[in-house]
């Protein structure tokens, strides 16, 4: 299991594993082992899902890029680091829910902002420096190595 929280950002991922028990064609005794992963991202009321690769993968090259950013320019104060992302979800309830990731600097320092904002108002937002980015990079790589492809039965329209 990982749980990690950090300022209203959390990772939880956790396995599962279920032992199966059949009979073979011989009528051998044989084990199987089937994995049920849950993996869950929230930035506050912001959640990606289980499975969701094109979000979770979208979060962590944000993290990727200002890292890398980050100690390029660590040398060079005052250079700055062009990131400014969005990642959107409809919410039936409370309407459009925006996560953004946008390099900030401060102080000569370098910062990144993750902001939520709900149908155009901001609701939660953190500035984290390149130790907190790393930190989160690990947790959700973490939790991202831990999914697996679903076994589905063959389909010849995708030829397997």
């Known amino acids: 299991m990982i749980d990690f929280d950090y300022n209203g950002i959390r990772v939880e991922a956790s396995v599962d594993n279920q032992q199966i028990d059949y009979k073979d064609a011989g009528n051998r ?17 912001f959640t990606i899902w289980n499975g969701n690769l094109q979000e ?20 060079k104060e005052g ?7 969005a ?15 946008v390099a900030r600097q ?3 320092k370098h910062y990144l ?9 901001t609701v939660n937002e953190i500035y984290i420096d390149g130790q907190e980015a790393i930190m989160l990079d690990i947790a959700l790589s973490k939790a991202i190595n831990l999914l697996t492809p679903n076994n589905h039965q063959s389909n010849p329209l995708f030829g397997y």
């Open 29 to 45: 005794h044989r084990t199987r082992f089937e994995r049920d992963v849950r993996v869950f991202v929230h930035f506050w009321d």
């Open 106 to 108: 401060k102080d000569k």
């Open 87 to 101: 990642l959107h979800q409809e919410d039936a309830r409370e309407g459009r829910l925006s996560l953004y990731f």
């Open 56 to 75: 979770l993968s979208f979060v962590k090259s944000c993290l990727q890029y200002f890292m890398q950013g980050y100690w390029k320019r660590a040398s």
């Open 113 to 121: 902002q993750i902001c939520l904002q709900r149908a155009g108002k």
């Open 79 to 85: 250079s700055k680091i062009d990131l400014a992302k």
